[in-house]
């Protein structure tokens, strides 16, 4: 199995610009989260997914941040307009496994300059 | 409200010698997971080993080690025989059932792993 797959794996913009942050998770896994990681948050959930219905985006910081599901082999998380505070490192999720644990993708690293 | 808290930020240990990581967590669901993961320098997060609230043995992946005491609500992560590739970040998380599939994470230890 591949694991889960994201892209892209850097992303660098100007402010005001939108940015979309694909990912693509483990085939056969229900729930899908998106996380974003920054040194003076820590890692914080944005929003997760159960078999492609939003459960809970209660971490979704603000309007400007939205995310998607339109079927089980992807998801995108947009943000529009970016501001440079949006700068951090967002991690896709999925869980499955003997104890339903999260398997990680390897991030994108977003730059809003 | 569930609550993960690591209260060392930096961990040093040298290599072969054994290493405890500590977490506890709060929660007032008897029904819990719990989780450490490694994110070494190339950003990645990597499953180590799990602990159901249930489970009646301590867990073991390899040299990793779960020292968890229920009652202090303390799940501390052993390394054993420590390794230059362990140098990492290293996060506690936990999954309760009325939190469904949801980890919260703690903030994290540094581990240097010196030869």
């Known amino acids: 199995d591949a694991g889960v797959i994201q892209s892209p794996r850097h992303e660098v913009t100007e402010m005001g610009q939108e940015v979309t942050l694909r990912c693509k998770p483990i085939s056969g896994h229900d729930y899908l989260f998106w996380y974003r990681q920054t040194m003076m948050r820590g890692l914080e959930l944005l929003i997760y997914f159960n078999n492609n219905v939003p459960i809970d985006d209660s971490g979704m910081p603000e309007d400007r941040f939205s995310a998607k599901m339109p079927n089980a082999s992807f998801s995108t998380l947009k943000i529009q307009p970016s501001e440079p505070r949006d700068s951090a490192v967002y991690f896709c999720?999925?869980?499955?496994?003997?104890?339903?644990?999260?398997?990680f993708g390897p991030g994108t690293r977003l730059t809003v300059l | 409200a569930q609550k993960i808290t690591q209260t060392q930020p930096g961990m040093f240990v040298q290599e072969k010698e054994a290493v405890t990581l500590d977490c506890t967590y709060d929660t007032s669901d008897p029904s819990y997971g719990l989780f450490w993961y490694k994110q070494p320098s190339s950003g990645e997060m990597i499953f180590l080993i799990y602990?159901?609230?249930?489970?009646?043995q301590n867990a073991t992946e390899g040299r990793y080690s779960l020292n968890f005491q229920k009652a202090r609500k303390s799940a501390n992560l052993v390394i054993s025989a420590s390794q230059l590739g362990d140098s990492a970040m290293y996060f506690c998380?936990?999954?309760?059932?009325?939190?469904?599939?949801?980890?919260?994470f703690g903030t994290g230890t540094r581990l240097l792993v010196s030869p």
């Open positions: 999720a999925t869980s499955g496994g003997s104890y339903n644990e999260q398997f």
């Open positions: 602990q159901g609230s249930y489970d009646q």
């Open positions: 998380a936990m999954r309760d059932s009325r939190g469904f599939q949801k980890l919260v």
